[in-house]
C-alpha cells in the first residue's frame, strides 16, 4: 500500500508492523518455481498428505506478479540463472526466497561448470533449507520458520533501521573459513 | 602359501620376487605350479588373470599412481608408466550373429562398389558386442545399408555418444553409436574417430532424424561438428559459452568449498586414484 | 503500437515486437490490423504446464500452431562430466539424481553396464536381481502415477493430480523403509545392492500392492471415460510408427503406435525372462492411447511385484568377489547407517589386511577393465542406454545416458505442429518428459 512505510517510529508503526505481518503470513502466496527433484518433493507437500493448505498457501501461483514468495526447488543451472532472476523481478514487493534443498543453497554434490553455486549469488535468500531432497516435513518447517520471519519484519524506518543493523552485522561477521571450533 | 613356489613366498625372496615370480623356479624344471597350470606353456590360457601384453589398441599413457598431477605425489609411485589399452581388433569368426552381420554389411557395401576393407577400419568384439569402427566419409554410407538392408534392418539409432581420448593422437574425438534392430532383435555399435584438428564426422541425420539432438549434444559437449546437420547449434549450454565442456582438456569447474577452518578443493584438483 | 509491455525493433524480416507479461490484447489487436505478421510465443521455462523447465518456442497462427520448437538445458547438471571424478561405485549416487522419477531404472542400467565391463554380468545374486526388479516395477508405477496426476493437473484437472499424489505417497513409503530415502536412492550398486531388504518391506510391499489393486480402478471412474478428458486427450499428439521409428521415441509414444517393443521382453535383463506379464499397446497413435497404456502398465507391473515377492529366496545381495563388493559390511546402526561393528570390530581389531583392504576399496575403489560397454533398461518412459567407457581406472572415463525423455521430446514439434495452441499441453504431457533426465 506504501501509506504504512511513512508512519513515524513508535508504538502505531510497531502496531501496523504486527497486524501487516500476521496479515502477511497468514496467506502467502508461492511462485511455481520447480527445477528438479526438490519440485516432486514441493509438489507433494502441496498435495493430499502433507497438505500445505492447512498454512494458507495451497495456491501456488502460475504467474510470478501473483506470487508473493519463491521456492527455489532444485539445481539452478548456469542457463537458467537469468530467468530465474527475472522472475525474481517480476515479483511484487514484499518477497521472500525459500532455497529448497542443497543444490539452490550451495551447488551440493554438483559442484561443477554447469550449476550455480548457491542461489544466493542471483537472488537474496531467506531460508535455507538443507537436504538432497528435503522432505515435505521439512519444506513445511521451513515455511513455518519464514512465518515466524515474516510475522516479525519492520515497516517504514523500523525497516531501514533493521536492514542497517543486518549489514553491519553481515561486515563483522567472520568468514567461514576463519571460525574455529566443530562443525556448528 | 606353500613353501617357495612362488619368488614371492619367502621372507628373503622379498627383494627381487616381485619381479621373476612369474617365470623362474617352476618352469626350468617343467615342473606344473600350484593352480595346475605350466607358466610357460599355459601363458595365454583362459586362466591366468589378466597379463600386460601388447594385446589390444594404446590409447593413452599414465604415470605415477594419483589423478591429480603437479601435487606432491609422495607415495613413491611417481616413476610408474602404464599404457591404457582398449580391446584391439577381433579376427573371424566373431561367434553368433555376429558373423551374419558382418557378411551382410560387406556384401551390401561391396553391391554398391565399395571395398568393405576400406569402409570398415576394424571389428571387435568385447564382452559380448559387436563394434564397427568406421571410417568417418562412409558413416552416413553404412548407416543407410545398415538401416535398410532387409537382413540388417536397424530401424532405430539410440543416438551418439561422444568419447574425449586425448592420448590418443590422430583419433582424439570419437563418436559411438548404438544401433538397434527391432526386426531381428540386434544390437551394434558403430565407431567413429576424427582428429582435434579437424572435428568433423559427417552427420546421419537424413539417415536417422533422431539423432537431430543427440548430434547437437555431442557438439555441445565435445565440439564435434556434424557436417550436414539441418542446425548444429548448441543445445545443453547457453549459446554463448566457450569452450567444450565435457572434453577431457575442459576442467570440471568446481570451486573450493569451505568449512569451519579448512577448504576442500574440486573434485578434479583433488589427489586422487585413476 | 508500442507500449511499455512491447518494444518494438526493426530486423530483416521487419518490425519485431517483445513483449513480456501485459496486456495480451493489445498484441491481439496489433496482429489484427497488419495481416503478415508472425506470432511467436515463447512458452517457458518457467510455466506451470510445461512439465519442468522446458522452453516450447510456438509460432501461432491463430489458435493454430505452425512452428514448433523445445528449448533445453535449462537443467543441465553436468552430471557425466562429475561422473569421471568419482569412483565407479559413488556414480550411482550421481546417476540417480538424472532423471529423478526414475532413479532405480538409472541406477540399474548403469550398474548393468558397470557390471558388465567387469564381466560379472552372472555373477550378481538372484535375490539382488529379483529385488531389483521390484524396486524397478515399483517405480514404474511411481513414475506412471506422477505422470498421470502432473499431465491431469496441466489439463485442469486437479483432483487426478491429488489421486496420483496420494498412490505415489504409498511406493515412498516402502522406499524409505528399503533404501532409506524417498527419492535418489543409490541403492542399486555395480555388483548388487548396498544392503539386504529391511525386516517387514516384504509384508509391506504386499499390502501395498493390495491396496493399489483397490486404488487403480478409481483411475478409470475418474479419468477413463470422463468425456472431457477423452475430448482433450482422444487423437491428439498424433504420431503413428514411421514416425515414432524416425525421432526414435520408445516407450509409451512406440507402443501407442502399436508396436509391443519392450526391452524386457526382447532383450530381458535382471531376469525378466522368468516373469510373467503383458505389454500393452494401442493402435490410437495419440495421448488418449498412452494415458491407457500407463494405466494398463501399471497393473501389469503389480502383477511383477507379486511375482517379485514369491520369487525372494534368502541369499546374499552383493557379488561374492569382496574386491567389488562395496561397502564392505554395511549394517544399520543406530544412527540409520553405516557399518556392522563386529566388521569394524574385526578389521580394527584382529585383521590388518582387511583394514587395508577395505581402506583401499573405499578410498580408491575397484579396477575396471578397459572397454566399453551399453546396457539399456526399458524404463518408465522407454529406453533407457547408458554407454560407459573405462580406461583401466577406479573412475568412470565417460559415462553417456540416452535417455528416453530426451529423445522421445524430439517428437513433440511433429506432435503439436498443425494443432491446437491447448494441445501442445497435452502432447508434451503425455510424453512424459522429464527435464532431469533430458537435461542430465
Redesign the interface.
Known amino acids: 500500500m506504501g501509506l504504512e512505510e511513512k508512519l513515524p517510529s513508535g508504538f502505531l508503526l510497531s502496531t501496523v508492523e504486527q497486524a501487516a505481518g500476521w496479515v502477511r503470513k497468514s496467506s502467502v502466496f508461492p511462485a511455481t518455481f520447480g527445477l528438479a527433484c526438490c519440485a516432486i518433493e514441493m509438489m507433494t507437500t502441496g498435495a493430499g498428505r502433507y497438505d500445505l493448505a492447512r498454512f494458507g498457501m495451497e495456491v501456488f501461483r502460475g504467474s510470478p506478479r501473483q506470487a508473493d514468495l519463491m521456492i527455489v526447488a532444485g539445481r539452478v543451472s548456469q542457463k537458467m540463472a537469468p530467468v530465474l532472476r527475472q522472475v525474481y523481478d517480476q515479483m511484487p514487493n514484499p518477497k521472500w526466497v525459500i532455497s529448497m534443498g542443497v543444490c539452490a543453497s550451495s551447488g551440493g554434490m554438483f559442484n561443477n561448470y554447469a550449476i550455480v553455486q548457491g542461489v544466493d549469488h542471483i537472488v537474496p535468500v531467506d531460508i535455507y533449507l538443507p537436504g538432497c531432497p528435503p522432505r515435505p516435513e521439512m519444506l513445511m518447517d521451513a515455511i513455518l520458520k519464514l512465518h515466524q520471519k515474516i510475522q516479525g519484519s519492520k515497516l517504514g524506518v523500523n525497516q531501514r533501521q533493521a536492514a542497517r543493523e543486518a549489514e553491519e552485522a553481515a561486515l563483522k561477521a567472520l568468514p567461514t573459513i576463519e571460525m574455529k571450533g566443530l562443525l556448528r | 602359501m606353500s613353501d617357495g613356489t612362488k619368488g614371492t613366498g619367502g621372507p628373503q625372496g622379498g627383494g627381487n620376487g616381485g619381479t621373476n615370480g612369474t617365470g623362474g623356479v617352476n618352469a626350468a624344471d617343467g615342473t606344473k605350479g600350484p593352480n595346475g597350470v605350466n607358466p610357460d606353456k599355459d601363458l595365454n590360457a583362459q586362466n591366468l588373470p589378466?597379463q600386460r601384453g601388447d594385446h589390444?589398441e594404446v590409447?593413452?599413457t599414465r604415470r605415477g599412481m594419483f589423478?591429480a598431477s603437479g601435487g606432491g605425489d609422495t607415495s613413491g609411485y611417481g616413476g610408474l608408466v602404464?599404457s591404457?589399452?582398449?580391446?584391439g581388433a577381433t579376427s573371424r569368426p566373431y561367434g553368433g550373429w555376429f558373423d551374419e552381420v558382418a557378411d551382410e554389411l560387406e556384401g551390401a557395401l561391396d553391391e554398391q562398389g565399395l571395398v568393405p576393407e576400406n569402409v570398415i577400419e576394424k571389428t571387435v568384439v568385447?564382452?559380448?558386442?559387436l563394434?564397427f569402427h568406421i571410417e568417418r566419409e562412409y558413416l552416413p554410407t553404412v548407416a543407410k545399408t545398415l538401416r535398410d538392408d532387409p537382413a540388417l534392418r536397424f530401424?532405430?539409432?539410440?543416438?551418439v555418444?561422444?568419447?574425449?581420448f586425448p592420448g590418443d593422437k590422430g583419433r582424439e574425438l570419437h563418436a559411438?553409436y548404438?544401433l538397434?534392430s527391432?526386426t531381428h532383435?540386434r544390437?551394434i555399435?558403430l565407431e567413429v574417430s576424427a582428429p582435434d584438428a579437424d572435428p568433423h564426422v559427417p552427420s546421419i541425420v537424413a539417415v536417422?532424424?533422431?539423432?537431430?539432438?543427440?548430434e547437437r549434444?555431442t557438439y555441445d559437449?565435445f565440439g564435434l561438428v556434424f557436417d550436414g546437420h539441418p542446425a548444429l547449434t548448441?543445445?545443453?549450454?547457453?549459446d554463448d559459452?566457450q569452450g567444450f565442456?565435457?572434453r577431457k582438456d575442459?576442467?570440471?569447474?568446481?570451486?573450493p568449498?569451505?568449512?569451519?577452518?579448512?577448504?576442500i578443493p574440486?573434485?578434479?584438483q583433488r589427489r586422487?586414484?585413476? | 503500437m508500442s507500449t511499455s509491455h512491447a518494444t518494438p525493433r526493426e530486423t530483416t524480416e521487419g518490425t519485431v515486437y517483445t513483449v513480456t507479461g501485459g496486456d495480451w490484447d493489445e498484441i491481439a489487436a496489433a496482429a489484427a490490423r497488419t495481416d503478415d505478421e508472425r506470432i511467436v510465443v515463447n512458452m517457458g521455462p518457467q510455466h506451470p504446464s510445461t512439465h519442468g523447465v522446458l522452453r516450447l518456442i510456438l509460432e501461432i497462427d491463430g489458435e493454430t500452431v505452425t512452428e514448433a520448437r523445445c528449448g533445453i538445458g535449462y537443467l543441465h547438471t553436468g552430471i557425466e562430466k562429475n561422473l569421471e571424478y568419482r569412483t565407479w561405485t559413488q556414480g550411482t549416487t550421481f546417476v540417480t539424481r538424472m532423471d529423478y522419477l526414475t532413479p532405480f531404472f538409472n541406477e540399474t542400467a548403469y550398474c548393468l553396464a558397470v557390471e558388465k565391463l567387469l564381466g560379472i554380468t552372472d555373477e550378481v545374486p538372484d535375490r539382488a536381481s529379483v529385488i531389483r526388479v521390484m524396486l524397478m516395477e515399483l517405480n514404474r508405477l511411481s513414475s506412471h502415477l506422477v505422470a498421470i496426476a502432473t499431465g491431469g493437473m496441466e489439463l485442469g484437472a486437479t483432483t487426478i493430480m491429488i489421486y496420483g499424489f496420494r498412490d505415489r505417497e504409498l511406493i515412498l513409503d516402502i522406499y524409505e523403509l528399503i533404501t532409506g530415502l524417498r527419492m535418489n536412492h543409490a541403492y542399486i550398486r555395480p555388483g548388487g545392492l548396498a544392503q539386504d531388504l529391511p525386516p517387514g518391506a516384504v509384508d509391506q510391499v504386499r499390502e501395498f500392492v493390495k491396496k493399489m489393486r483397490k486404488n487403480l480402478p478409481e483411475y478409470d471412474k475418474l479419468a477413463t471415460g470422463n468425456p472431457v478428458f477423452k475430448g482433450r486427450m482422444q487423437d491428439v499428439g498424433y504420431l503413428d510408427l514411421a514416425g515414432c521409428l524416425a525421432t526414435g521415441a520408445t516407450g509409451q509414444v512406440l507402443r501407442s503406435a502399436g508396436l509391443p517393443h519392450d526391452l524386457r521382453k526382447t532383450q530381458p535383463y535382471c531376469g525378466y525372462e522368468h516373469y510373467d506379464f503383458e505389454v500393452p499397446t494401442a493402435d490410437t497413435c495419440d495421448s488418449y492411447g498412452r494415458f491407457l497404456i500407463r494405466l494398463e502398465e501399471m497393473r501389469q507391473s503389480l502383477r511383477i511385484v507379486e511375482q517379485c515377492l514369491d520369487r525372494l529366496a534368502p541369499g546374499p545381495v552383493m557379488v561374492a568377489d569382496k574386491k567389488i563388493a562395496w561397502p564392505a559390511q554395511l549394517a544399520l546402526g543406530p544412527d540409520g547407517l553405516g557399518n556392522s561393528l563386529d566388521h569394524i570390530k574385526k578389521i580394527m581389531g584382529t585383521s590388518m589386511e582387511a583394514l587395508i583392504h577395505h581402506f583401499k576399496l573405499v578410498t580408491e575403489g575397484f579396477r575396471v577393465p578397459p572397454g566399453q560397454a551399453y546396457a539399456a533398461v526399458e524404463s518408465a518412459k522407454g529406453e533407457l542406454g547408458v554407454h560407459a567407457v573405462s580406461d583401466g581406472g577406479t573412475r568412470p572415463y565417460r559415462v553417456h545416458f540416452r535417455d528416453p525423455s530426451f529423445t522421445n521430446l524430439q517428437a513433440m514439434a511433429a506432435m503439436c505442429e498443425g494443432g491446437q495452441v491447448a494441445d501442445v499441453i497435452v502432447a508434451v504431457a503425455s510424453i512424459d518428459p522429464v527435464m532431469g533426465g533430458v537435461d542430465r
Open positions: 589378466g589390444g590409447i593413452d589423478g602404464r591404457v589399452r582398449m580391446p568385447d564382452r559380448g558386442e563394434t530401424e532405430l539409432c539410440t543416438g555418444s561422444g568419447v574425449h559411438v548404438h538397434r527391432i532383435n544390437l555399435r536417422y532424424p533422431t539423432n537431430d539432438w543427440h549434444e559437449f548448441r543445445i545443453m549450454m547457453p559459452w565442456p565435457q575442459y576442467p570440471l569447474g568446481g570451486i568449498v569451505e568449512y569451519k577452518g579448512a577448504q574440486a573434485p578434479d586422487s586414484y585413476t
